[in-house]
């Protein structure tokens, strides 16, 4: 990996700084406020060409990764949805959050991100109170003269030791409280607005799809979808028939889904209309075992289970995934794979392993239907946030909107070995009993066909002794004779199996990810705190190489034009920078831009066809001829080698650095 | 090409079928109805895993073809956008559709269409009741019992040559009416609802894009975009600032849009949910050549020009763009350049170049700021199908949202020779003037700043002479002397141009193409008109290669490994299909896939490490060492040989054939 220069640059010389990096992001062009010009609107972000072609680097690794290689099916269904597909899948009654509004302004706030914000800003005031304490007076007050700077309205106050680890316990539990919970803690621990100081109304749902109408009549509702997995449960028929009717198998899709946040505003993090990828993964559910287990066994991850959030702690347990799954801890193998595979898709796109863990769903937090579940929590400035989820949706979708259509969603196998059973089975004379009993006959076909085994038995020996009184109904009693009803014993045999599938499913938020990555690849060079590098992996960088003529001089087109069509036919995509600035200040902008190498074009260039290599972390130069330097930078991108090995190959560059 | 091997075969033997082509798609599911099992919804569809995989290839290809190769920026916006964008760009207010009511029944009608179907039925009838004339009556009756068959609800009327030559006016002139132009047609014409045989109500305007809400409150009206063009220019300075501030430059989003269609009914022609592929290239206004142009001018076009159509005729002129260009007929340079590399790129992904041609719209279907605009029409069984606008939007987009929300949205450009001007300038002793005159003194200031280069030399001349009279308002006089103004004349010298660019935007409609590409690609076997071929280039068949063994015997197993993990090496997209069907069943069911080759392992191959590799178009096979045939197989796909290549590359297999 070309990465692996990493270990010569000292990237912790600056704290993470946080401005720094929005400003970067925002120069670059990586995303911006949509709508910025008009104002903007909370939650709705546009990706420039950094992040545009960032983006697409992720979600054509992750097509590899998961849709190529696991040969899933993929699908592109519409977002425009009708109303009745999601009341069948709940959506519409439940697909919502609890809102307070502050009691005097109407400002519209999430409860649950209420109560976390106020008693997170208390326990860090806490901490920072016990700090003071013992401190010189002095000291104590430039504290906080320097925390009023920060904006910071109360001066920290000390908590009891039970109150505080009562507020962690809370923190833990978090998402496991319903909306009657959030109003309960707003008052029973006086929680207010704090943009404000004012009360807040008892919790209520907001519904967090948007709406909208299909058709020019407007008799028609529909909502954008809030995910898109029911576009692949609706065509489970045709996904199964194209799959020659086998399974396990999963449907994978790419794609736009919308909800509509009450009050959004973490950046990236919490928007109003994102890049899903989702996979759907049918299982027999007597039989979610996964083929390809085996490989994955002995992957260790860290996971963050139920038991240990309900003890009110959060530090993971470090395991195999074999041995989850064998405890118990993990729900399954199909599961267990699932989440290795999400591991390896998140590291290899350049997500710190230190920064992530897998934490699973209480029980209040999880759907009522699911198995298990799973996310894929990836730590950055804003703590541990939700970036893939990974959850056991049991036979749930499928079931519902079976119900609702009276369509069949199932799997029929042909059973290897016929299942054979023998029972007592009833053979009516109906005319002899209509004849004899009138308009009751049909309650009494009714009663004898409702008789278990053990009812049909008894019956039958009555019969075998003359005549048998059947019960119907509140009581009233009719005697049956063997003329009337014959009761036998018979075989069946059963010769396919039929079944509704689980459902597995893995959930990526492309712009969580997008976002973690971009905060786990930012540095800044030690000599300069505004000299930002963002360290992306050659896979996902915007550009590979950057080709850097040294002037805007004529004579260097045609070796431009030449090496840009080398790197195009070696399939790297390069960019050429011919503004006219001078070499430096063009390096610095692309190692803002991640992108991984440069060659420079000088006047040796034209003289004897050799050109530079610099490497983006290191800024360490190498030299060779043109086509030396293409093969090396192109086995660099694809991973074949590293840059120690790109140093063996090539000489170091002892002429003047382009820092 | 791989296709070249086209000549070989017959692929006219059947004419073509549009039922058996419409099974195929649907059967392999390359799209669906969405939300099939709840009945469905007009205008929705999804894509299966080959439509996916084909979208997913025609959109890789365009983003190679016009990103890469002419270094556009990339953009990804929102679709959710407030309303106060819509009222700027226009779309509130007209970006509807005229629709009439069936004025017993209610149902929802496009005017257009309804008189564009009408009258296409009337012609038809014409024809066959010209052709009918004079056969004797038997014939005639049976002819007419077959037509009723077809659902064809009224016998065929012969129309006067007028009235059949006037209808073919109305319908070249179609996208010119306005809304009472179309009501007038269907009065006079007594067009009713073909349905019902009811009248159909005056035409309504309905506006087609989907509205909602944004936000908790309610109180922020969004929509739904229906084109991606808004989010570019609303980022048209980040844009630029990323372009180093030059222009022209271009960018470029690939994303889905949404229109609320009235009763769409032309499958994926016409949708309520779709993906677009948009341009929007910056230019100078005073200056539209392209640096390319000289590449393509020499390429011919077939262009159906505004005066072509307004002489009521549909028949292109076949030019080259460079003369279309010179003649004026195409606005511009860069228009002409696009044109041309819109073509290119069709044609790439296996557009029929001979049901290909560019239409220029007319005067009332233009928008009133364009300068320029054309079509590429695609013909498929609907008729001739607009698939990508281009236009030249003039400065309009920019203008209005920099006008809405008072930011500027245009282009400083350092003069390399400043401009320097030379005038009479005016300079005022206010006190002066203010003793003299009192309250009038604004007035007469106002007037003689107004005053152009001869005004102000006149005054000059007079205050030489003593006293000028100066005349304000509706005629009062006043006398002005050289104490109280100078005029001299002074040199200006301006170093900065400010312009706003205009815009040249191709709009492509991937649906469209996509289907129009199935319907050119589609024909069936002389043998069997059942047997259907969908002979889609490599370039965008959704897989390359299929991988046969002769049976799902485990012993095949190291060996199908190996071969695909020799063609995932190679960068080959390719499928195994070990289903339990005989190889000609599984080759047949990939000529409908579109799947261009096959390879089949068989006992020899165990043996000898050999190959067979199937053609689709031929079903030809040639014989090799494995690692021959993946050489070959890949060289194909890229098109760096053809079939006739490999021919010469391998023998042609003598054994069964493996139809």
Sequence with gaps: MATTAVAEVDKTAHPFDKANLEALLSRR????????????????????PPGSSLQANIISEWRKHFIIRDHMLEVDTTVMTPAPVFEASGHVARFADWMVKDTKTGEVLRADHLVKNVLEARLAGNLEARALDGQPEVA????????????????????????????????????????????????????????????????????????????????????????????????????????????PFASAQIGRSFRNEISPRAGLLRVREFTMAEIEHYVDPEDKRHEHFHEVRNVVLSLLDRDTQYAGSTVPKKLRIGDAVNKGIVANETLGYFLVRIYEFLIKVGINPMRLRFRQHMANEMAHYAADCWDAEIHNSYGWTECVGCADRAAYDLSVHSTRTGQALLVRQALKEPIVTEKETPEFNKKAIGKTFGKDAAAILKTVEGLDEVGLLKLKGELAQGTAVITVGEGQEFPLTSEMLKIERKTF??????????????SFGIGRILYSLLEHSYWARKEDVDRGVLSLPSLVAPTKVLIVPLSAKEEFDPLIREVSSKFRKAGIFARVDDSNTSIG???????????PFGVTLDFASLQNKTMTLRERDTMMQLIGPIDDVIKVVTELVEGDIDWAEARRRLPVYEGVQAV
């Design 493 to 506: 045999k059963q010769s396919i199996r039929e079944f509704v599938p689980n459902v597995i499913e893995p």
């Design 140 to 247: 104590k007050a430039a504290a906080l003269t320097k925390k009023k700077k920060d904006e910071q309205k109360n001066a920290p106050v000390k908590l009891s030791d039970e109150v505080a680890s009562q507020y962690e316990v809370i923190l833990a539990k978090l998402d496991d409280y319903s909306g009657t919970e959030l109003g309960e803690l707003c008052r029973t621990h006086e929680i207010e607005n704090p943009a404000t100081g004012n009360g807040v109304s008892e919790p209520q749902q907001f519904n967090l799809m948007f709406a909208s109408s299909i058709g020019p009549t407007g008799q028609h509702p529909g909502y954008l979808r809030p995910e898109t997995a029911q576009g692949h449960f609706l065509n489970f028929n045709r996904l199964l028939e194209f799959n020659n009717g086998r399974i």
């Design 29 to 48: 062009f990586f995303y911006a406020p949509a709508f910025e010009i008009y104002g903007g609107v909370a939650g709705l972000y546009d990706y420039g």
């Design 585 to 595: 200040k063009r390096y610095a902008r692309n190692d803002e831009l991640g992108t």
